[in-house]
């Protein structure tokens, strides 16, 4: 089966980002993507939301759920078939993915300022893969996650990390599937079937994201 388009990386309104689960599904589906996977911050929620939604549509799109958990050492990606209960603590979150049957990646490992990991990756045993390109980090924490996942001899991951929905799938991975399902595509990425497409946004785009996000901010703050 051929190569499926994949942003593994997306935040919604349930953290950090600005749009619904229904406006990122929509989007996602306008620019063409076949998966992905809303990562919002220590919740499961807005993917599960999406998820739900896609479902009810019955839109052709197929979302995984996921997780940026904020450790103790930095952020980790969790990527699941079902919800499960996560943990600030590195070990133990590598051993429930493990138990469970998730992914586990380390998100922009080498952008500090993001809470990367940083050389706490080889220290630790258990990844799936790595998220070697982030759209929202910066190129030299991209080229150095480059190098780690060739070190480690892992899987690379692109992908956008959305906070607003123009940013969805300016980095994305492809994805070698026999058929289109949730445990494919974790078992694909397990396998390392995949292949990270390396995008960055405009300049006009991260000026808008950064306006954006601080209206968002802004409004948060009055309505809390
Ligand atoms: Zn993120």
Redesign the pocket.
Known sequence: MPYVKADL?I?TAYSDGVSSPLEVVHAAIDKGLNVIAV?D?DTFMGAVKARDYVKRSRLELLVLLGN?VRTELG?VLLYCLEEVSTSKNLLNLIEISRDNGCLIVP??PFDIL?LGLGNAIFEYRGWSAIEVW?A?ANKRANRMAIKASKELNLPGIASS?A?IVEYIGIAHSFIELSELSEEEVVESIRKGRVKPYFGYPSFNLTLKRFVKSVKHRAWRALST
């Open positions: 990386h935040h990562t911050h940026e952020d998100a922009h993001k982030n929202s990390d906070h």
